[in-house]
RNA sequence: GCCGGGGUGGCGGAAUUGGCAGACGCUACGGACUUAAAAUCCGUUGGGACGAGGGUCUCGUGUGGGUUCAACUCCCAUCCCCGGCACCA
């Protein structure tokens, strides 16, 4: 029986001990930079999503080295940010004290014993002054780039936590970690101008190797859509009011204008008797939830403001309107509505009694029509087609040209919180918001006990007067210091830069590293980052590659992303307490099964299903694997040898396509087989360990070294050799009668139509089906299949 | 509502893209070994019909049509599940 503990427990040993893993970046001959998502070290250890994902990457990784690639797999801890500083505040420790802790754990309970090829000197953690220094730098390359600005916004807010939320943080309207209604608050806050990038960063997507789910999902987070903007003259005069629309063809529709409330120009579009009406309006907005305002079966509120613009096309008066509705981030902040082909402005429009006005052909119950069609009621332009009109709109009128908007906005990157890197700005009376100076950086977080929030919406940091208070870097008078830091997801928008060269103190990569590593050649990791994470990775590469300090502008040339595991068909929670604890299994059942039946249990882009009895089987299976690795040396058939061919094209192919279970059944069907047989070549044996490397190493490298292998299993090259026994066998070719499977003819391979045809005459079963009919047609693929039609 | 992904035995899932549907594994049942159990090994395991039997026939990949010598795979329509986006103008 095979001593699982015992052998794992030495290989892990010997991993760290040889460094076998450990990369010569300069000098690789043939780089492959294999990167997974670094885990946060927040909770109480790695959960078996963490390790699902790890070991999908990792076998990837093993599978390139055996092929003889230089691969490249750092790890890292994402240490900073809200995940880390909620669970210190949650067991009442200081994070700076709690986060070593957990990295500690991490590395050397969990991570150094799950067989990955991991490059030790390669770890990053975006807490250490080191790495942040970095995440400064590029906040200052950023700001300096004009891409960095401070504004005032309107922020997700958190009532009981009294702090600010980032939009993932609000889940359905609600504050993720105290459940309450969030609200939207007015504060002034640090933006990256991603927008100026969201027509790239979808364009590119085309390009990206990248699974058609993740990329999906950026196109509807980037959300863009086409359209125009209208603009309409006021009637007394004043800026014109601007309406994006995707439907500029329903134009001689419009019978009002509406503005959000937020409007910058609504209050002065409201005349002076609907001043209080407008307050008390705004007031009840105010009061309203985030859930409540988006929801979009509540009824749309909305107010006249007295104000009045003109159709520039009739010259109508048109009442402007100011409505819930309407949001002021997206759009020009106003809306031409168009109750005949819009339901909200239907809804809006019965409600309030204004005008409807149909101009495209439909039944009139059809209303409100949404769909393109025929142009009516349109002056000139009637009977034109709607495409027609919005492939042409620049050239239809002054007061209309063709636009674009999206939905992504752009990203809010501070935080008022404790645990991140200060946002290294400073603010100078005399000289006003001033970078500090690279030479300067890092602007250290300080080490104080006075860190949890106090909800004022203010970091902690601006209690810390020795923080605050500091010298202008330009004029060298008295100055003070931004005191909110930076969002989790700047860290680790640009960790595998910094993995190539961790201690360089001179820049965040050494840039012939880089260009000889970079961009990463597979990344591996869970959807569930597939919005923000890769989204800010993605732009802070194109900005570093716009500033010059890059050569490329997508960080990650291929990249798949994993479903989830379930439990027993159930999702796993902690209020169902069905969770799965990996290191359980590390005991009872070894490293290589947990690895392998992860792999084995289900698709591994689609997610799978745990279930112990899964477990058990795999156990079964390595234990079988030792059994033939223990076999008596000798000749091998010339069928397992074809058995053998099959397997490695098989492996290969499903890891190449990350199929991993279909890889490790391949396997089992070979153990099958070579269970049959007393004996078993050496070299049958070893070429099995390889393939089988990539999900169980440590039996592996056990087997291999039994046979006399040295040094590692990864080195000794992908298993090949075995082409004239996969040509030499005979091939089983199905024929068919009308398309129906009617028996089987067994010949030797590349047997051509004409003695194929003459083995079916020969064949007792197979003759009966063709007497008495006439042979109308014979369609035969080589090695494949022969359906005969007759009549 | 829009956009992705999917729907295959009792279950998890295969089927390298139009060429033997159900690989591999689980479960269940039967058998061997055992005083017994566990472990291990062997056999059966999509439905139906026929056959003493080796087997033979037939239906079958959510549903209804279609294309093709041949369809889980392609086309049209439709239902359901999962994920994303969403008062986005």
Same mark, same amino acid.
């Given at each position: 029986?095979?001593?699982?503990?015992?052998?794992?427990?030495?290989?892990?040993?010997?991993?760290?001990?040889?460094?076998?893993?450990?990369?010569?970046?300069?000098?690789?001959?043939?780089?492959?930079?294999?990167?997974?998502?670094?885990?946060?070290?927040?909770?109480?250890?790695?959960?078996?999503?963490?390790?699902?994902?790890?070991?999908?990457?990792?076998?990837?990784?093993?599978?390139?080295?055996?092929?003889?690639?230089?691969?490249?797999?750092?790890?890292?801890?994402?240490?900073?940010?809200?995940?880390?500083?909620?669970?210190?505040?949650?067991?009442?420790?200081?994070?700076?004290?709690?986060?070593?802790?957990?990295?500690?754990?991490?590395?050397?309970?969990?991570?150094?014993?799950?067989?990955?090829?991991?490059?030790?000197?390669?770890?990053?953690?975006?807490?250490?002054?080191?790495?942040?220094?970095?995440?400064?730098?590029?906040?200052?390359?950023?700001?300096?780039?004009?891409?960095?600005?401070?504004?005032?916004?309107?922020?997700?807010?958190?009532?009981?936590?009294?702090?600010?939320?980032?939009?993932?943080?609000?889940?359905?309207?609600?504050?993720?970690?105290?459940?309450?209604?969030?609200?939207?608050?007015?504060?002034?806050?640090?933006?990256?101008?991603?927008?100026?990038?969201?027509?790239?960063?979808?364009?590119?997507?085309?390009?990206?190797?990248?699974?058609?789910?993740?990329?999906?999902?950026?196109?509807?987070?980037?959300?863009?859509?086409?359209?125009?903007?209208?603009?309409?003259?006021?009637?007394?005069?004043?800026?014109?009011?601007?309406?994006?629309?995707?439907?500029?063809?329903?134009?001689?529709?419009?019978?009002?204008?509406?503005?959000?409330?937020?409007?910058?120009?609504?209050?002065?579009?409201?005349?002076?008797?609907?001043?209080?009406?407008?307050?008390?309006?705004?007031?009840?907005?105010?009061?309203?939830?985030?859930?409540?305002?988006?929801?979009?079966?509540?009824?749309?509120?909305?107010?006249?403001?007295?104000?009045?613009?003109?159709?520039?096309?009739?010259?109508?008066?048109?009442?402007?309107?100011?409505?819930?509705?309407?949001?002021?981030?997206?759009?020009?902040?106003?809306?031409?509505?168009?109750?005949?082909?819009?339901?909200?402005?239907?809804?809006?429009?019965?409600?309030?009694?204004?005008?409807?006005?149909?101009?495209?052909?439909?039944?009139?119950?059809?209303?409100?029509?949404?769909?393109?069609?025929?142009?009516?009621?349109?002056?000139?332009?009637?009977?034109?087609?709607?495409?027609?009109?919005?492939?042409?709109?620049?050239?239809?009128?002054?007061?209309?040209?063709?636009?674009?908007?999206?939905?992504?906005?752009?990203?809010?990157?501070?935080?008022?919180?404790?645990?991140?890197?200060?946002?290294?700005?400073?603010?100078?009376?005399?000289?006003?918001?001033?970078?500090?100076?690279?030479?300067?950086?890092?602007?250290?977080?300080?080490?104080?006990?006075?860190?949890?929030?106090?909800?004022?919406?203010?970091?902690?940091?601006?209690?810390?007067?020795?923080?605050?208070?500091?010298?202008?870097?330009?004029?060298? @008078?008295?100055?003070?210091?931004?005191? !909110?830091?930076? /969002?989790?997801?700047? &860290?680790?928008?640009?960790? =595998? *830069?910094?993995? $190539?060269?961790?201690?360089?103190?001179?820049?965040?990569?050494?840039?012939?590293?880089?260009?000889?590593?970079?961009?990463?050649?597979?990344?591996?990791?869970?959807?569930?980052?597939?919005?923000?994470?890769?989204?800010?990775?993605?732009?802070?590469?194109?900005?570093?590659?716009?500033?010059?300090?890059?050569?490329?502008?997508?960080?990650?040339?291929?990249?798949?992303?994993?479903?989830?595991?379930?439990?027993?068909?159930?999702?796993?929670?902690?209020?169902?307490?069905?969770?799965?604890?990996?290191?359980?299994?590390?005991?009872?059942?070894?490293?290589?099964?947990?690895?392998?039946?992860?792999?084995?249990? @289900?698709?591994?882009?689609?997610?799978? !299903?745990?279930? /112990?009895?899964?477990? &058990?089987?795999?156990?079964? =299976? *390595?234990?079988? $694997?030792?059994?033939?690795?223990?076999?008596?040396?000798?000749?091998?058939?010339?069928?397992?040898?074809?058995?053998?061919?099959?397997?490695?094209?098989?492996?290969?192919?499903?890891?190449?396509?990350?199929?991993?279970?279909?890889?490790?059944?391949?396997?089992?069907?070979?153990?099958?087989?070579?269970?049959?047989?007393?004996?078993?070549?050496?070299?049958?044996?070893?070429?099995?360990?390889?393939?089988?490397?990539?999900?169980?190493?440590?039996?592996?490298?056990?087997?291999?070294?039994?046979?006399?292998?040295?040094?590692?299993?990864?080195?000794?090259?992908?298993?090949?050799?075995?082409?004239?026994?996969?040509?030499?066998?005979?091939?089983?070719?199905?024929?068919?009668?009308?398309?129906?499977?009617?028996?089987?003819?067994?010949?030797?391979?590349?047997?051509?139509?004409?003695?194929?045809?003459?083995?079916?005459?020969?064949?007792?079963?197979?003759?009966?089906?063709?007497?008495?009919?006439?042979?109308?047609?014979?369609?035969?693929?080589?090695?494949?299949?022969?359906?005969?039609?007759?009549?």
């Amino acid at each position: 029986m095979y001593d699982f503990l015992k052998v794992e427990e030495k290989w892990q040993r010997l991993y760290s001990e040889r460094r076998l893993f450990e990369v010569d970046l300069q000098n690789a001959q043939k780089p492959f930079y294999n990167l997974m998502m670094f885990p946060y070290p927040s909770a109480s250890g790695l959960h078996i999503g963490n390790m699902y994902s790890f070991i999908g990457s990792d076998v990837y990784g093993r599978f390139m080295r055996l092929k003889g690639h230089d691969v490249f797999e750092p790890i890292g801890f994402d240490a900073f940010g809200i995940h880390s500083e909620n669970y210190a505040l949650r067991v009442d420790r200081h994070p700076a004290e709690l986060t070593p802790e957990s990295i500690e754990y991490f590395r050397e309970m969990q991570l150094k014993r799950i067989g990955a090829i991991y490059d030790w000197r390669s770890e990053v953690i975006t807490s250490s002054p080191e790495y942040y220094k970095w995440t400064q730098w590029i906040f200052v390359k950023l700001f300096k780039a004009g891409l960095a600005n401070k504004k005032l916004s309107r922020v997700n807010w958190c009532p009981n936590c009294k702090t600010v939320l980032a939009d993932e943080q609000v889940i359905d309207g609600r504050c993720e970690r105290c459940d309450s209604q969030a609200t939207r608050k007015e504060t002034s806050q640090w933006f990256f101008e991603i927008t100026r990038y969201a027509e790239r960063l979808l364009k590119n997507l085309e390009k990206l190797d990248w699974t058609e789910t993740t990329k999906s999902i950026q196109r509807s987070w980037i959300g863009k859509s086409s359209g125009a903007v209208i603009r309409f003259p006021l009637e007394n005069g004043g800026p014109e009011l601007e309406a994006f629309t995707t439907r500029p063809d329903t134009v001689y529709g419009v019978t009002y204008l509406v503005v959000a409330p937020e409007f910058e120009h609504a209050p002065a579009l409201v005349i002076a008797e609907k001043k209080d009406e407008f307050k008390h309006f705004m007031q009840d907005v105010e009061k309203m939830d985030i859930a409540t305002r988006t929801s979009i079966k509540r009824e749309k509120r909305g107010m006249f403001t007295g104000s009045y613009a003109k159709h520039p096309l009739t010259g109508e008066k048109l009442q402007i309107w100011v409505a819930d509705y309407v949001l002021a981030e997206y759009g020009t902040g106003a809306v031409m509505a168009v109750p005949a082909h819009d339901e909200r402005d239907f809804d809006f429009a019965l409600k309030y009694e204004l005008p409807i006005k149909q101009v495209i052909a439909c039944e009139s119950a059809e209303l409100p029509f949404t769909g393109y069609g025929k142009m009516i009621n349109s002056g000139k332009h009637t009977e034109r087609r709607s495409e027609d009109f919005i492939a042409d709109v620049d050239k239809i009128h002054g007061s209309m040209s063709s636009s674009v908007t999206y939905h992504l906005h752009d990203w809010c990157v501070s935080r008022q919180r404790y645990w991140g890197p200060p946002i290294p700005i400073v603010y100078c009376d005399k000289c006003g918001t001033v970078p500090v100076p690279e030479e300067q950086l890092p602007v250290l977080l300080p080490e104080t006990d006075d860190y949890v929030p106090d909800g004022s919406g203010k970091s902690p940091l601006a209690r810390n007067e020795e923080f605050v208070h500091t010298e202008c870097p330009e004029c060298s @008078g008295p100055a003070k210091r931004e005191t !909110d830091v930076n /969002d989790n997801f700047l &860290d680790s928008a640009w960790y =595998f *830069l910094r993995y $190539v060269s961790p201690d360089n103190e001179a820049s965040p990569f050494d840039d012939d590293l880089a260009k000889k590593w970079l961009p990463v050649d597979m990344y591996i990791g869970g959807n569930e980052h597939a919005n923000l994470h890769l989204m800010y990775a993605r732009f802070i590469t194109m900005a570093l590659h716009d500033t010059g300090y890059l050569h490329f502008e997508e960080p990650f040339k291929s990249f798949r992303g994993h479903g989830l595991i379930v439990n027993e068909g159930q999702k796993m929670s902690k209020s169902k307490d069905n969770m799965i604890n990996p290191i359980r299994y590390f005991e009872t059942h070894g490293v290589d099964c947990l690895r392998t039946y992860l792999m084995f249990m @289900g698709s591994f882009l689609e997610g799978g !299903d745990f279930r /112990d009895s899964g477990m &058990d089987a795999v156990k079964r =299976f *390595l234990n079988r $694997v030792w059994e033939i690795a223990n076999h008596p040396e000798g000749e091998s058939s010339d069928s397992l040898k074809s058995k053998m061919a099959w397997a490695i094209d098989k492996v290969e192919y499903s890891v190449r396509n990350i199929k991993y279970n279909t890889g490790v059944a391949a396997l089992m069907e070979f153990v099958n087989e070579a269970l049959k047989e007393e004996n078993i070549e050496k070299k049958l044996v070893l070429d099995l360990a390889r393939l089988l490397s990539p999900f169980a190493p440590f039996i592996a490298e056990e087997i291999h070294a039994l046979k006399g292998g040295t040094v590692t299993i990864l080195d000794s090259g992908f298993p090949s050799g075995y082409e004239e026994y996969a040509k030499a066998v005979s091939v089983e070719i199905p024929v068919q009668i009308n398309g129906k499977i009617r028996g089987k003819v067994s010949a030797e391979r590349g047997i051509d139509q004409e003695r194929l045809m003459e083995l079916v005459s020969a064949d007792e079963k197979l003759s009966g089906y063709l007497k008495d009919v006439r042979i109308r047609k014979v369609v035969f693929v080589k090695d494949k299949i022969l359906n005969i039609v007759v009549s």
